[in-house]
């Protein structure tokens, strides 16, 4: 089975993307994994909410095969623990699909058409965070759970978290230092 991740614009942060690359490495020794982005709408500005949402829609849609199992990254998804989602990820392994979509909405989230064609959707936090944010949770949501991983998720959780928190309070100090500064 392969996992593709779908997210709406590239990331910004140079930091948050070196992060995002380190966990894109690790989890290609494991599975099959393409994390693709597509591009910000030109001139999105002069479009509402809904013609954004439509558009973005549409290029989300034709990234799917007709077989894919698509699931939605949204605020009102159903939410796993780490263990939860990795027994979700075997059995999705084990049902011989073969190729399972997570998707990232654009700043306003999806449209009807996509919420139609979505299969699930799934929640990461109750806690609201950046689209940029979200890039790096999921893809290390889906490293961790690899059989080598298995056996001491808590500990490796609890580990990436605190090393997550360090780089990301690393890369605002110095961004914002730099900033007070100049």
């Given at each position: 089975?392969?996992?593709?991740?779908?997210?709406?614009?590239?990331?910004?942060?140079?930091q948050l993307?070196m992060?995002?690359?380190?966990?894109?490495?690790?989890?290609?020794?494991?599975?099959?994994?393409?994390?693709?982005?597509?591009?910000?709408?030109?001139?999105?500005?002069?479009?509402?909410?809904e013609?954004?949402?439509?558009?973005?829609?549409?290029l989300i849609?034709?990234?799917?095969?007709?077989?894919?199992?698509?699931?939605?990254l949204?605020?009102?998804?159903?939410h796993?623990?780490?263990?939860?989602?990795?027994?979700?990820?075997?059995?999705?392994?084990?049902?011989?699909?073969?190729q399972?979509?997570?998707?990232?909405g654009?700043?306003?989230?999806?449209?009807?058409?996509?919420?139609d064609?979505?299969?699930?959707?799934?929640?990461?936090?109750?806690?609201?965070?950046?689209?940029?944010?979200?890039?790096?949770?999921m893809?290390?949501?889906?490293?961790?759970?690899?059989p080598?991983?298995?056996?001491?998720?808590?500990?490796?959780?609890?580990?990436?978290?605190?090393?997550?928190?360090?780089?990301?309070?690393?890369?605002?100090?110095?961004?914002?230092?730099?900033?007070?500064?100049?």
């Amino acid at each position: 089975m392969q996992i593709k991740l779908l997210a709406i614009g590239k990331t910004d942060h140079q930091q948050l993307q070196m992060l995002i690359d380190d966990y894109q490495k690790r989890l290609g020794f494991y599975i099959k994994f393409d994390f693709e982005i597509i591009p910000d709408l030109k001139k999105a500005k002069n479009l509402s909410e809904e013609q954004q949402k439509q558009k973005e829609g549409e290029l989300i849609l034709s990234k799917l095969n007709h077989t894919d199992l698509l699931i939605l990254l949204d605020e009102n998804g159903k939410h796993y623990d780490s263990v939860a989602f990795s027994e979700y990820l075997q059995k999705q392994m084990n049902s011989g699909l073969k190729q399972l979509v997570f998707a990232i909405g654009g700043p306003y989230g999806f449209s009807k058409e996509v919420y139609d064609k979505a299969n699930g959707k799934i929640a990461l936090s109750k806690m609201t965070f950046s689209h940029q944010m979200i890039r790096l949770f999921m893809i290390e949501q889906l490293y961790i759970p690899n059989p080598s991983h298995l056996k001491s998720v808590r500990h490796k959780r609890l580990f990436f978290l605190f090393q997550l928190n360090i780089q990301i309070a690393d890369c605002f100090f110095n961004r914002h230092f730099k900033i007070l500064f100049i």
